[in-house]
């Protein structure tokens, strides 16, 4: 997707070659109209599929979950990494890895928020390991749920969670998927 | 705003006297038709307002802020609570007292997303306390920035926030006002 591509090229900040900045415009920073254009593309991309209900994790995965619902016309639902939940609702839990913190977390959803009819699209705004979308996905399964599928804005492929999303049988859509990023000159090579 | 004080009659559970369960529509799962009716509201009470960027706090914050911004043609960026920023990554930090957790937290921004050049439109769901919007004020106030206003979808009066907030001199606007619940006869009354 070039206008994503070009977004990055100008404004993404190579830190090293895993690490990027993007904080200025997906990640802490969002730029809406940017937004509305990613959640385009994914109805694009999705128009044949059945979808219910959004799935996300918080937090940055909020935003572009509830941009992108405005195109299939669906309610978001999003998974906490805290229990707020009083003491008498009943929660799925799913546990995975987080890159960001480097410890194992929790992930909970309101069993009442998903039921074995919703079809659920998973959107998130970055992919890396996959470790967030196989945690929201196992929550699904265990709702009695369909995956329809899962979007991602940008997947990094020097990591597993595309390929192993794909091995699973997702339909995984990826709007830009960077096949490796250079520090020293501030490029990147795209799938 | 009557659309809002209907969907809190059908589907807002009130746990007790100060405690209100509305993650079907406003919290956990976001009702993004109804987001939009509310962010079509705020444009028009604030529609004099100048506004450059709006500012919020993770999480449940961020969905109500995306769809508002769409009306207000400006970027959101929202506080988080956990320090996931890079080392030389310079950030603006305040502390306020959670009312989900009832202990201090920090909220952080990076400081090269906020200057004194904007105009800074605060937005949440639900006005408690207001520490966690105080703490917003903070940073926009530190950043020599302006706070152009404050808007909320749900007040409940029965806190102080709203009344802190407006005597430190913020325009706020609360799209419905609770003064009261009874979970015994799970009614209302509106201000």
Redesign the interface.
């Known amino acids: 997707m070039e206008i994503l591509k070009e977004r990055l090229r100008k404004e993404g900040i190579i830190?090293n070659q895993e690490?990027l900045?993007i904080?200025?415009?997906l990640d802490?920073?969002?730029?809406?109209?940017l937004?509305?254009e990613l959640g385009k593309e994914f109805k694009r991309r999705f128009a044949d599929l059945e979808v219910t209900k959004i799935l996300t994790i918080?937090?940055?995965g909020?935003?572009l979950s509830?941009?992108t619902?405005?195109y299939f016309?669906?309610?978001?639902?999003?998974a906490?990494k805290?229990r707020?939940?009083?003491e008498d609702e009943e929660v799925y839990i799913a546990e995975y890895l987080s890159a960001?913190?480097k410890t194992m977390q929790n992930i909970m959803?309101?069993k009442?928020?998903i039921d074995e009819h919703d079809k659920v699209l998973l959107i998130d705004d970055v992919l890396e390991t996959g470790c967030a979308l196989a945690a929201l996905y196992e929550i699904v399964v265990n709702a009695g749920a369909l995956v329809s599928g899962a979007g991602v804005a940008i997947e990094k492929a020097f990591y597993s969670g595309g390929e192993v999303l794909r091995e699973i049988g997702t339909r995984l859509e990826s709007l830009v998927i960077i096949e490796s990023m250079d520090a020293e000159d501030g490029t990147f090579v795209f799938r």
């Open positions: 830190k690490q900045l904080d200025g415009f802490c920073q969002f730029d809406i109209e937004f509305n918080e937090s940055s909020i935003a509830c941009i619902a405005q016309h669906v309610p978001v639902v999003y906490r805290t707020v939940f009083s960001k913190t959803v309101p009442k928020l």
